[in-house]
């Protein structure tokens, strides 16, 4: 599932994920992706949400998804700045995507999938991303890599 308020950069992920052959559900709320999660609860396997959209944003969706399904929730801004990457990373997100996303974001994204959930009650996700200043490091390298790039071409 793809949520952002954003309807183009909305399109525009989710267009990339079809690519990669992923099944994608978009919404434009957090509120709609909650209804969505609990109307179809064993369907999504998981959530990329943009971190700041309006009444709930993107960390307390994160916080809602892992109470209620115990679903991986990968977040996405333009927001770059550590604090917003640490708070998301150690909230528990499975990943933070720095704006804009491009198709090398995505394409491995099933590695965070979670197999079927046998319980809600089930013990916490263990993610392989590690927070600290070495996570937000790599995060803000890969983003400048992308922008060296972008001058090149």
């Given amino acids: 599932m793809v949520v952002d308020d954003d309807v183009i950069c909305l399109s525009i992920v989710a267009g990339m994920l079809k690519t990669f052959k992923y ?4 919404v434009k709320s957090a509120e709609d992706a909650l209804g969505t999660l609990r109307s179809r609860s064993n369907f ?7 971190v700041h959209m309006p009444v709930m944003d993107g960390f307390e969706l994160q916080n809602q998804v892992r109470e209620e399904f ?7 801004s333009a927001d770059d700045n550590e604090s917003s990457m640490l708070r998301g990373l150690e909230g528990g997100a499975a990943f933070y995507i720095v704006k804009p996303v491009g198709y090398d974001d995505v394409k491995d ?3 965070y999938a ?18 600290g200043a070495g ?3 790599m995060v803000q ?3 400048q890599k992308r ?3 972008k001058k090149k071409a």
Avoid: G, Y
Wanted: charged fraction near 25%.
């Fill in 23 to 26: 099944q994608v559900v978009t």
């Fill in 44 to 50: 999504f396997h998981l959530i990329i949400t943009d």
């Fill in 70 to 76: 115990n679903l991986p929730v990968v977040l996405m």
């Fill in 109 to 111: 994204l099933w590695q």
């Fill in 114 to 131: 979670v197999s079927p959930r046998k319980s809600k009650l089930a013990t916490p996700i263990q993610r392989p991303l590690k927070v």
């Fill in 135 to 137: 996570s937000v490091a």
């Fill in 141 to 143: 390298e890969e983003k």
């Fill in 147 to 149: 922008r060296e790039s």
